[in-house]
């Protein structure tokens, strides 16, 4: 396994158990999802979901925004917004 996917991984655990003062906003939250399903999908795929599912339209459209990074670039930019966030 490689450095950053190791990084990756431990980032991903982080966010997924974190407890107490972790408290992202909606915005941020959507953005690790996109950056995740990114680097673990690749582009964004299927039909954007319709106006009532308001969630699945949002997660759909934060996903389109990365279209087109790597899984590499998608990794290290998900690591990097935590360890902003980290401070």
Known sequence: MS???AKFDEAVNYIQTAEGD????NE???EFYALYKQATEG???GKR???M???GRAKYD???QVKGLSSDEAMQR???NLETLKG
């Open 28 to 30: 941020l939250k959507l």
């Open 22 to 25: 972790f408290k992202p906003s």
């Open 43 to 45: 582009d964004v795929n």
């Open 53 to 55: 599912d308001f969630v």
């Open 62 to 64: 934060a996903w389109e």
């Open 49 to 51: 979901p319709g106006m």
């Open 78 to 80: 998900y690591i990097n």
């Open 3 to 5: 450095d950053l996917k």
